[in-house]
């Protein structure tokens, strides 16, 4: 039952000296925070000695790392596009590594209004490669794509699933509220319903997998097409305790980050909510068969 809570980017608290991604440790470590996504979403432009000191400084505050690649990856790119993409994700991964991170979260991109399952195998051969190339390098971190909010995008719950029973070293990065908004008619907000998405995802993946979840979770503004904007919590309809009700009980555990206009505010409440609400409870949630159906 042990997930981690933290932001999607340094937190907006975070003092100008130090500053940077070492000053957004010491902030989290100060706020009781424990995991952190850097956020490389435009470019990687860092060097090989910056990423030994973070990776230094976030094993000394024991503080988990992941990565959000590049905004500009798309996996079902054309042959040309796609070359510029896989050198992104790998760029991501390879520094990613070195800065002690552990996942690295990525977009996956559009269909271009084709058939998800005339394509999927060509982004599985695609993905494979890239992990081949990852492992033979002696890099083992996790690919994970994310859940997407706008209905034309790839990144369905089932696009990410089936990616990742396809792929070993791939895995969803669950993002809650591009889910919810997804639905694009304010469904996907209840305890049951959110016990559906994680039987899904252990059906797919194993109940193991709910040990190693990787969430992020926002308020969220959408219209029937989904996502429009990320909002702070409490000023969205997102149900964040039925989300964490289904999460406690299917045994779950992993990390919590939080990418709302107020990232280290947010994540708080969460861990909090979690904590008093939920772990307080001491019930015995470590067999998830007992709520999820085989």
């Known amino acids: 039952m042990r997930f981690r809570f933290g932001t999607v980017g340094i937190p907006t608290?975070?003092?100008?000296?130090?500053?940077?991604?070492?000053?957004?440790?010491?902030?989290?470590?100060?706020?009781?925070?424990?995991?952190?996504?850097l956020g490389w979403v435009r470019s990687v432009n860092i060097s090989e000695t910056a990423c030994e000191n973070i990776r230094a400084k976030a094993a000394e505050l024991n503080i988990a790392l992941s990565v959000h690649a590049s905004y500009f990856i798309n996996v079902n790119a054309d042959e040309e596009e796609w070359i510029k993409s896989r050198q992104r994700l790998l760029k991501a991964a390879h520094y990613g590594n070195l800065a002690g991170a552990t996942d690295v979260i990525f977009h996956p991109g559009?269909?271009?209004?084709?058939?998800?399952?005339?394509?999927?195998?060509?982004?599985?051969?695609?993905?494979?490669?890239?992990?081949?190339?990852?492992?033979?390098?002696?890099?083992?971190?996790?690919?994970?794509?994310?859940?997407?909010?706008?209905?034309?995008l790839l990144g369905?719950?089932?696009?990410?699933?089936?990616?990742?029973?396809?792929?070993?070293?791939?895995?969803?990065?669950?993002?809650?509220?591009?889910?919810?908004?997804?639905?694009?008619?304010?469904?996907?907000?209840?305890v049951d319903e959110w016990m559906e998405i994680l039987e899904l995802y252990s059906n797919a993946l194993g109940g193991d997998s709910l040990k190693n979840l990787h969430?992020?979770?926002?308020?969220?503004?959408?219209?029937?097409?989904?996502?429009?904007?990320?909002?702070?919590?409490?000023?969205?309809?997102?149900?964040?305790?039925?989300?964490?009700?289904a999460l406690w009980k299917a045994g779950c555990a992993g990390r919590v980050l939080?990418?709302?206009?107020?990232?280290?505010?947010?994540?708080?409440l969460l861990q909090k909510i979690w904590e008093t609400e939920f772990l307080s409870r001491g019930q015995d949630t470590s067999n998830p068969d007992q709520y999820l159906s085989s």
């Not at 902030?27 to 996504?37: F, I, K, P």
């Open 156 to 190: 369905s719950l089932e696009d990410v699933l089936i990616l990742s029973a396809s792929v070993p070293g791939v895995a969803p990065c669950l993002d809650v509220a591009h889910l919810h908004a997804r639905t694009g008619n304010g469904s996907l907000n209840c």
């Open 215 to 245: 969430l992020h979770i926002s308020g969220i503004e959408y219209s029937s097409r989904g996502e429009r904007r990320h909002l702070a919590l409490e000023e969205s309809d997102l149900n964040i305790r039925a989300i964490l009700e």
């Open 110 to 152: 559009t269909s271009f209004g084709n058939d998800r399952h005339r394509i999927y195998p060509v982004i599985i051969k695609r993905l494979e490669e890239c992990v081949s190339t990852l492992r033979s390098q002696n890099n083992p971190i996790l690919l994970r794509p994310e859940t997407m909010g706008k209905q034309a």
């Open 258 to 268: 939080c990418e709302s206009p107020i990232l280290e505010k947010d994540a708080l």
């Open 13 to 37: 608290s975070t003092p100008a000296k130090p500053g940077g991604t070492i000053g957004g440790l010491n902030t989290l470590h100060a706020l009781g925070l424990d995991a952190l996504e």
